[in-house]
Each structure stands twice: as C-alpha cells, then as structure tokens.
C-alpha cells in the first residue's frame, strides 16, 4: 500500500517520505564507536547471552504492537486504512520472524565456543538500568510513539535520532558506572549506544580470540550443536563453524537490522521510517484515524521486580493470558531443548523445530489477537488487555534428560488444551477463537509423546 502526501495529494512510495528523505540527506555516519573489551571466552559469553536477550525481547515488543492493530472495517477504519493497518501487520510479522533468525543466529554463535543456549531475559517490563542508558525495551501497543521507538532501537550506528519521549525514563537516562578494562577476568555488562556497537563488540572479540586461541581453540562446539535451515526454514540461518561463518551470521543480523553496508531503507530501521511517514500522512488526512485498538499494557500478577503496572482483573481475560503464557513458556522449552539436546535424531530436532513454529501460530499468534479484544477489568473501562509475555520463573528453560524433557513439554502442551476447553465451555463468546488453538495444543502433544514412545 502507498500513503499519500497530505500536501501534494501524491503517492508516497515506501522509503521516500518525508521523514526517508530527512535521513537520507544527512549522508553518511558519524565515526563508529570504538568495541568494548573482549578478552576472554567468558566474557564474549556473556555478551552473547545480552545479545540474545535483546533480540528476545524487542521480538515481543514488535509481535505485542502488531497484535494491538485493528483486524477489519467494523473497528472504524475506512478501505484504505485497513489496507495501512493490514501491511503494517505483515511488516512488524516479518520483521519479528527476522528477529527469530537473529536470536538462533546468537545461538549458533553461543553453540559455537561452547556457550549454552540462553532464552531467559528480563520480565518484561524491563527493570530500568539493565541495559545501557537508551536500552530500554517495553510493551506498547502500535501508535507514533512505539514506531519512533522501533526507529530508535534500530537505527544504524552514528546516526542521530530521538527516542519516543514515553520511553525515556529519568532513572536510565545514564550508564551503568562500571567498565570493563583490559586484564579483568570476570565478566560484566558493558555500555553501548546501538545494538550495531553491541554486534560490532562481539565480532572484534571473535576476531581477537580466534587470534589468541587458534580457531580449532576458540570454535570447540560441536558442528551438531548447530541449528541449521533445513529445520527452520530459514535460508539465512549460517551455521557457526570457524570465523569466516561467525562473520556472516554477524554480518546477516546487522544487514537486516540497520543495513550495516548503508542501504538502511530495506532493513528494519528503512521499514520502520517507511511505517512513520505513511502514518503521519494517513494521520494529516484525517487527524481521527486510529490503527490499533485501545490496548493497555497490563500484567496477570505483580512483576517479581518494582514496576507500576495495571493488572488484568477480569477473571477470563486474566485465564486467557496465562493460556499465552503457557504457550510461550512451551516455546522457550521447545527452543532450549533443540539448541541444548543430547542424543535427539534429525527427525526430533526437526520436530522440535516444527513444534515452535506451531506454538507460535497456532497458538500465540491467535491467543494474542484475542486478548486484544478482551477487557482488562472494571478499573479500566472500554480498555483491552495484551499479550503479556508473562515468564513464571527467570530461568533458562531446560530439562535436561531427552525422554524426561519431551514428556514435560508434552504434559504442559495437554495441560493448555484442557483449559482451552474449559475457556470456551464457560465463555460462547469467545469459544470459536480457542478451537484451533486447542487443536493445536493436543496435535502437538501426541507428536511430541509419540517421538519419544
């Protein structure tokens, strides 16, 4: 779909808009920051492990904000605002599945030098000063304000740009008041400005390790440690092997991220400005326009951590959400299990593979959906929840022995159904939604207890 320029009446095409052209004119980028310190096996570790829980949770923020928009003409939206709201859909869908590459591409890297898979992160929403100053990763639902956050966390490095002014937070306004120097042996978070450094640091402690240990030294991982494309359809998905292939799987992320080779306008920080621009223009034509339905980011329960967050108190959104949840806690044990398994055959892993991609389509995807359509509770009126991305525990998601593991996953996968079940028995309304993801629930369960029978 093309936006029209309020002004001119003229088409704008996608990347060349006002805000695309804005950009596009400040030429290239300011000097790139100097990496931070990587000395030890440890160290480059940990920073992986940050890497991953970064591209886990702006994956959430992206998949929240493409769940709040409006789904058809009865929300108030005229033909060509269901076109905007429909392709913005797709392009935060297939900039969030980029964000999965990115994440199994972390965790080939990990695999790689004999790091273990890392799929916990923050409870979202995230503690303030976990990250650097400008981190900061929240759910929101779609509007101006969450795509200028898009912007900013994926703006390519040098380049100059505000974040939305909702999410910057006086207290992680400064970074972390420790560094790491040369000679430090333990390993520590370290300050950088854009996910571009982040990666650019991780790359230069592969090159000096593979310089300080030999590349037989540094990539002691097992080649079958490896997630490959075969299992997840994913052509990109490098397999790690040596320093050659940890560049390219470096390299991919930060192409599609920002367009590390300066064509930023096809990655992610391109689409998103393409996203403002039509948005501003469809909002200067009629000011009333408004994609997304009136979400609030709310919680099942208290956060573990200090957060002032509403709670979802209708007793059935509330059950609805914890079904996601369920969900997405199978996913990460699915996800920990293939990138953490022992002695499973390439049928197994392949169903492993297969198995996430059920959950989250047949599961998340639809469940999320719904729960924007749900009242979050009498204390707030004609306001609907989200997916929460509640996790019950923060921890990595591994159960370690092969058999003991699968029948887990596949007791929890029957569990959901059964309070599928119960959830559309109880509430008419809502019982067609839940049909195929119940279905799904116990499709994936008899799989997964059937591999291992």
């Avoid at 904000?65 to 108030?76: T, V, W, Y």
Wanted: charge should be negative; aromatic fraction near 8%.
């Amino acid at each position: 779909m093309t936006a029209t320029d309020p002004a001119t009446a003229d088409p704008i095409p996608a990347g060349t808009g006002p805000l695309a052209r804005v950009l596009a004119t400040r030429g290239g980028r300011a000097e790139p920051e100097a990496p931070f310190v990587i000395e030890h096996r440890e160290a480059l570790i940990y920073m992986l492990c940050e890497a991953a829980e970064l591209e886990h949770g702006i994956m959430c923020q992206y998949l929240y904000a493409a769940f709040s928009l409006k789904q058809s003409a009865d929300e108030g939206l005229d033909a060509d605002g269901l076109a905007a709201v429909q392709s913005w859909r797709r392009t935060l869908g297939e900039i969030a599945g980029q964000e999965m590459l990115h994440l199994a591409l972390v965790h080939n890297l990990l695999a790689a030098i004999g790091g273990p898979p890392h799929f916990g992160r923050p409870n979202l929403p995230q503690p303030a000063r976990h990250y650097p100053a400008g981190v900061n990763l929240e759910l929101r639902p779609f509007d101006r304000e969450t795509v200028q956050h898009f912007l900013f966390l994926e703006r390519p490095e040098g380049m100059a740009l505000e974040d939305a002014a909702s999410s910057v937070h006086a207290d992680h306004l400064e970074p972390p008041g420790t560094s790491v120097t040369s000679g430090d042996i333990v390993p520590r978070g370290q300050d950088f400005a854009t996910v571009g450094h982040l990666y650019r640091s991780i790359e230069a402690g592969f090159d000096q390790l593979a310089a300080k240990y030999g590349e037989d030294g540094l990539f002691i991982g097992p080649p079958h440690a490896q997630a490959v494309p075969e299992h997840f359809q994913l052509p990109e998905l490098v397999p790690v092997t040596d320093l050659a292939s940890a560049h390219r799987a470096i390299d991919t992320i930060l192409e599609q991220g920002e367009g590390v080779s300066g064509a930023w306008q096809a990655a992610h920080f391109g689409r998103f400005v393409a996203m403002q621009d039509e948005l501003t223009a469809r909002r200067a034509a009629d000011p009333s326009f408004e994609p997304a339905r009136p979400v609030l980011v709310a919680n099942v329960r208290p956060p573990q951590r200090e957060a002032d967050l509403p709670l979802i108190t209708d007793p059935l959104t509330a059950r609805v959400a914890d079904v996601f949840n369920v969900g997405y806690e199978v996913l990460l044990q699915l996800m920990t299990r293939y990138f953490a398994h022992t002695d499973e055959s390439d049928e197994q892993l392949k169903l492993l593979a297969d198995a996430g991609f059920g959950v989250m389509f047949g599961v998340l995807r639809p469940l999320g959906e719904l729960l924007t359509r749900l009242p979050v509770g009498p204390e707030h009126p004609d306001r609907t929840a989200g997916a929460t991305f509640e996790l019950f525990y923060e921890a990595d998601y591994l159960v370690p022995h092969l058999r003991a593991a699968w029948l887990v996953m596949a007791e929890r996968l029957r569990e959901a159904r059964t309070s599928c079940a119960a959830l559309a028995a109880e509430s008419p309304s809502i019982a067609a939604a839940l049909a195929p993801v119940g279905r799904t629930f116990a499709d994936l369960a008899a799989r997964l207890s059937a591999a291992v029978a």
